[in-house]
């Protein structure tokens, strides 16, 4: 059975949602102060004005202030946008679909003026709305704001830039495809804290959509080709291994999303994944073996951490 006892890593205060996290590397903060906590207090007032979202504006030239102003995308349709507009449009094509209660402001509960902003860009025809079991809606970019997006990007050419999309891919997961940014927020808090500048998300398919690529790579271009991979494993592990992706029973293991940031001069990255109620057996002893950071919802008020390491407790 999961232990229930306190974990001080455990973030009850947070009233955005009940996630706990495992995390496998795990240290103290190096950037605390010997000043008695004074350096620590200035930055945490720094980031404070700081929003999770702005990760994925960085990229683009839209709106960043208060005033919303005149935009046009590739076909001189005409918008009206401010920074707050971007930022949700930018994070809510990163993810493909967000939950509504998500994008609110925690301080401000559910009389949020974001809300008025939400439907601004809804009616401008930008992003829609879906139902999410009765309680809950999440939203999604429209074709024409994945293009607004992809329409105002700075450098086209950069193979790194941040991926946006559009519309439901996975009706049957939505679910589960709601609560990815929900761990990206516990995820870029904790980050945001150690000093860390967050660049972008790489998202399963993607990841996966690089994989096949390689797969089919000696099939391309040949008319004769059946369209079956001729990679063999050694092939595949070295592939795993150039992408640091976890390869075990002969399969290459993909994260629910690749969190990319820069940290000390340094580029670095995070495997996340989302644990649900119904992770059971050898997946859920799967997703331990992989060694990602994993983020659980309790099922209860409150949360507490996910050890991917008590997963031979589902078996």
Known sequence: ???????????????????????????DNPRDPEDGGRQRDRDRDRDRDRDPRDAFVEGLDLSRGLEREIVLDDHDRTY??????????????????VSESDLRDPREGACDPRDD???????????????????DRVVTLTERGRSLLEGHRRDRDDERHQEFRAGISRPRELTRDASLYR????????LREQGADIRRVVLENDLKREYQCFLQEHNRGRPDSDGRPDRDPREIEEWARDHDLPYFNESV???????????????????????????????????????????????????????????????
């Open 253 to 315: 293991h993909f994260p629910d999303f690749r969190l990319e940031y820069e940290l000390d001069g340094r580029d670095r990255h995070e495997d996340i994944e989302v644990i649900t109620d119904n992770y059971r057996g050898g997946h859920a002893a799967s997703r331990a073996q992989a060694g990602f950071t994993c983020y659980g919802r309790s099922g209860r008020s409150g949360g507490r951490p996910f050890d991917p390491r008590v997963a031979e407790d589902f078996i």
């Open 183 to 190: 761990a990206y927020l516990r995820a870029e808090e904790r």
């Open 117 to 135: 902003d939400h439907r601004h860009l809804r009616d401008q025809g930008l992003m829609r709305s879906v139902s999410l079991d009765g309680r």
């Open 1 to 27: 059975m999961v232990d229930d006892r306190f974990d001080p890593r455990d973030r009850d205060d947070d009233p955005r949602d009940d996630y706990g996290v495992y995390d496998r590397r795990w240290n």
């Open 80 to 97: 009206e946008l401010n920074g707050e507009d971007s930022r949700t449009l930018a994070a809510v094509g990163a993810f493909r679909v």
